[in-house]
């Protein structure tokens, strides 16, 4: 070994001398460079939106989703390698099954958030597996007595699950959490949630560096029967013009 | 294999319009002998949802030891009251997932959910069935009061109505059936908590033709239609 402290980001399973797990950390970073994923907890549900390079001109508008259904009112949205997102979301689904079968009611959004954190942390502790290189945003609607409450929860690399009004993720969290900051989302309806995040996602995007990006939108509201639902396309057409509109005006 | 100690039995739950009444009879036997005369075959699962047991005393008693512990397991996991259907599909699953090992048993699942204020009954025997029902009743006992419980049962019922409606049932079978006897325990469940009560076997239960107003009621009823 050529100093001391090198070395020790080659495992998982070893810490280094000042407590750090470098391999935990790296998947973190890349799920730092993804495309900026956004999450809104608001009155009546939740929204969530994604900020989608677009790789080919070739690729096909709307493939290659990166926000997925874990069960029918419950919604994921994965920053990170996609392939990685994927592997969570299926188990995700495996455990919302599981649920429903065993007690014969939907499962509990932080339960879920609870299990998946379990499954990621799994890779975090063997030699023989990588870290999950995915965040998750899990956001669900659960039914108590006659009330639906809108959750939001992020489940990182690492294994810690967190419970949040608004979110963001990947490249430009940090704007977008400040833009988020400024809402006030306990009053806001899940309809004005997909303008603000459309909004966001838009002010946020780098037209330096990511020339195309596709918007893609999800949400859990009274208008999708509490069901974890696509943004019609009529609506999100309308949220995205009204979000050029807006940052046209600002940049004026 | 000698006479399995066996809850022979009659066992009645109701919703009613705040919340649920339950019954059963005390008596347990093993073959003609009853080795139990003042039994409690009304279980609690959880704080709001209780177990009617018939049949196998032995495997009964087993099925509703589990379901405490998982409900304990769930409660404590999701840090609130677990729900009545919730209870009655933990039974189901045992049931369903047992039914070679576990011998013949009709179980009830009963409870009053504060968050919905609604009572919930569920017949739910070995084998994976689970039906909501209005009212169940079940055990050896039962087959003497399917008429008087088709008759008597009404949506709605006040809690003193539902309250009555279990007593007698159980009171008339126990009359009839020679596998239940014993005492009248009964358990009602609303929204100001449980509230048990306990019919001795004295004059205050009902045999079959020397039954309460009901009965006389009934009676009547079929005179008037004879003539």
């Known amino acids: 070994m050529s100093s001391v402290g090198a070395g020790y980001d080659l495992s998982s399973t070893t810490f280094s001398p000042d407590g750090r797990v470098?391999?935990?950390?790296?998947?973190?970073?890349?799920?730092?460079?993804?495309?900026?994923?956004?999450?809104?907890?608001?009155?009546?549900?939740?929204?969530l939106a994604i900020e989608k390079p677009v790789i080919s001109k070739l690729a096909v508008p709307g493939a290659n989703r990166r926000i997925l259904s874990a069960d029918r009112s419950v919604g994921m949205a994965g920053a990170g390698l996609a392939a990685d997102c994927r592997m969570v979301v299926n188990r995700a689904r495996g455990e919302c099954q599981n649920y429903?079968?065993?007690?014969?009611?939907?499962?509990?959004?932080?339960?879920?958030?609870?299990?998946?954190a379990s499954y990621v942390h799994l890779f975090t502790l063997y030699w023989s597996v990588r870290p999950c290189g995915a965040s998750t945003l899990v956001a669900g609607c659960d039914q108590s007595g006659g009330e639906r409450t809108p959750q939001l929860y992020l489940v990182e690399p690492n294994g810690v699950v967190q419970r949040f009004y608004g979110t963001a993720l990947g490249k430009a969290r940090q704007s977008a959490k400040s833009e988020i900051e400024k809402l006030d989302l306990s009053s806001m309806s899940a309809k004005e949630a997909v303008k603000a995040a459309a909004k966001i996602i838009y002010q946020v995007h780098d037209e330096s560096k990511d020339k195309q990006f596709e918007l893609?939108?999800?949400?859990?509201?009274?208008?999708?029967?509490y069901e974890h639902r696509r943004?019609?396309?009529?609506?999100?057409?309308?949220?995205e013009a009204e979000a050029k509109a807006a940052i046209e005006a600002m940049d004026e | 294999m000698p006479h399995a100690v066996s809850t022979g039995t009659t066992i009645v739950a109701v919703e009613y319009a705040g919340g649920v009444v339950i019954g059963a009879d005390s008596r347990v036997s093993t073959g003609t002998y009853i080795s139990n005369r003042a039994s409690d075959k009304i279980t609690p699962l959880s704080d709001n949802a209780f177990l009617l047991r018939s049949g196998s005393a032995a495997d009964t008693q087993l099925v509703s030891d589990y379901v405490r512990h998982m409900v304990h397991q769930h409660e404590s996991q999701l840090q609130r009251p677990i729900d009545v259907p919730t209870v009655a599909n933990l039974v189901m699953q045992i049931g369903y997932n047992n039914k070679n090992a576990l011998s013949a048993a009709a179980m009830l699942v009963a409870g009053y959910d504060a968050a919905t204020r609604q009572g919930h009954v569920y017949a739910v025997p070995i084998g994976g069935t689970m039906v909501r029902q209005k009212y169940a009743i079940d055990g050896s006992g039962s087959i003497f009061i399917y008429g008087y419980c088709d008759s008597e049962y009404k949506d709605d019922m006040t809690r003193e109505e539902a309250e009555s409606f279990v007593a007698e049932a159980i009171a008339l079978a126990m009359s009839t059936d020679g596998s239940s006897g014993g005492v009248v325990r009964l358990v009602t469940v609303n929204e100001d908590g449980i509230f048990r009560r306990?019919?001795?076997?004295d004059k205050s239960v009902p045999r079959f033709g020397e039954e309460k107003d009901v009965h006389k009621d009934l009676t009547d009823k079929a005179n008037a239609m004879q003539t």
């Open chain 2, 198 to 201: 306990l019919h001795a076997g």
């Open chain 1, 100 to 116: 429903k079968h065993f007690y014969g009611s939907a499962m509990p959004t932080e339960v879920l958030a609870e299990r998946i």
């Open chain 1, 216 to 225: 893609e939108m999800t949400w859990i509201a009274p208008e999708t029967d």
């Open chain 1, 231 to 239: 943004v019609p396309a009529d609506m999100l057409a309308e949220a």
């Open chain 1, 22 to 47: 470098f391999q935990v950390e790296y998947a973190q970073k890349a799920v730092d460079n993804s495309g900026t994923v956004l999450g809104l907890r608001v009155r009546d549900g939740v929204v």
